[in-house]
């Protein structure tokens, strides 16, 4: 078989619902391998049912618990979902206890989940990149729902938020630096704050700051604040609600419009590995050249970079 038969297979098997076939293309699409145009040729006639939801917050906030709630309302509904969890510290802690969690509700025998963790460090291109690119698979797989579990609150969550339709952002009463993740920009990126933990004291008090917070800026007013219990399930039903609500608008935008931003922020973190692989390449001498010349006034650090970047060695 050539590359392309052997692609254009995989893929047709994923799409039959194959769960070994789907593992196969993930990891394919993981790893960016020479196979991916093909197999992106491949799911393109099935691609614009699954709706992507982006869960992020501070670790400890329930995401993995909330995402296991989700899946069994969701299922009720007949819904298929899929979770992509990427976890970039430890494959003991979110990612693999999402599986675990999973694996306890008996989920994985259920042909209408589907859980990938992204706890390893083999993803060409950084885990976030990685995500997006399986997003695609999930879909054409026929998955209605796409769950994506971030950690932690740093930039690759809010790069998450910029390719998912809808973003969740969660916070819980009693982690002290919510409302600092907050104000660190979580908050501008979220079409629905969850404050999880509802059946534990200070839940609504930590609802109001947040609704508070969020009243300052007037085009955010709308977003909703929801009060849910992962454990109890408590609140997951109304949030389900908001994920199609929200979900039903972005999907009315097209499929082609949200791959093309996913593609557009595929090349930018190529783009950035570029630069990165760039400087690391030059020599050190180099770059000290251009620092003592910033030093004495003889050019700039912007037409430095310029230089560096654009490999020209005249001096
Ligand atoms: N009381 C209570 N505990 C919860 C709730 N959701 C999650 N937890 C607990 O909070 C801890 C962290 O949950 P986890 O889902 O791993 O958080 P993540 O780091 O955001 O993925 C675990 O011990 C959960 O059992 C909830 O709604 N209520
Ligand atoms: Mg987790």
């Known amino acids: 078989m050539t590359s392309i038969d052997a692609a254009a297979d995989l893929a047709a098997r994923a799409m039959a619902g194959e769960r070994r076939a789907l593992a196969s293309v993930l990891t394919e699409l993981e790893r960016q391998s020479t196979l991916v145009p093909q197999l992106i040729r491949a799911l393109m006639p099935n691609l614009g049912r699954a709706t992507t939801v982006g869960f992020t917050g501070p670790p400890g906030a329930g995401k993995s618990t909330l995402v296991n709630a989700i899946i069994a309302m969701a299922r009720l509904q007949g819904k298929r979902v899929g979770v992509i969890a990427v976890d970039p510290s430890s494959p003991l802690s979110g990612g693999a206890i999402l599986g675990d969690r999973v694996r306890m509700t008996a989920a994985l025998d259920d042909d209408g989940v589907f859980v990938r963790s992204l706890a390893s460090r083999g993803a060409l291109g950084g885990l976030t990149p990685a ?185």
């Not at 907050?182 to 079409?191: R, T, V």
């Not at 004291?201 to 508070?212: E, K």
């Not at 608008?249 to 996913?262: D, L, N, P, S, Y």
């Not at 390449?281 to 430095?304: F, N, P, Q, V």
């Open 131 to 315: 995500a997006v690119r399986m997003i695609d698979a999930f879909d054409a797989a026929g998955f209605d729902l796409v769950l994506i579990e971030t950690v932690g609150t740093g930039q690759s969550e809010i790069d998450i938020a910029g390719i998912a339709d809808v973003r969740v952002v969660l916070a819980a009463p009693g982690l002290g630096d919510d409302m600092q993740a907050m104000k660190a920009g979580l908050l501008e990126i979220a079409d629905i704050v969850v404050v999880n933990k509802a059946d534990r004291p200070g839940a609504h008090a930590t609802a109001l700051q947040i609704q508070g917070a969020l009243s300052l800026r007037a085009e955010r007013s709308r977003v909703p604040v929801l009060e849910t219990s992962a454990v109890s399930g408590s609140g997951v039903a109304e949030l389900l609600a908001g994920l199609d609500r929200i979900g039903a608008i972005r999907r009315a935008e097209g499929i082609q419009a949200r791959r093309r931003r996913r593609a557009l922020y595929l090349i930018e973190c190529a783009a950035r590995d570029l630069v990165t692989e760039r400087l690391a390449s030059l020599a050190g001498e180099r770059r000290g050249d251009l620092a003592d010349r910033i030093l004495k006034g003889e050019t700039t650090a912007g037409a430095a970079a310029a230089k560096l970047l654009s490999g020209r060695h005249d001096p």
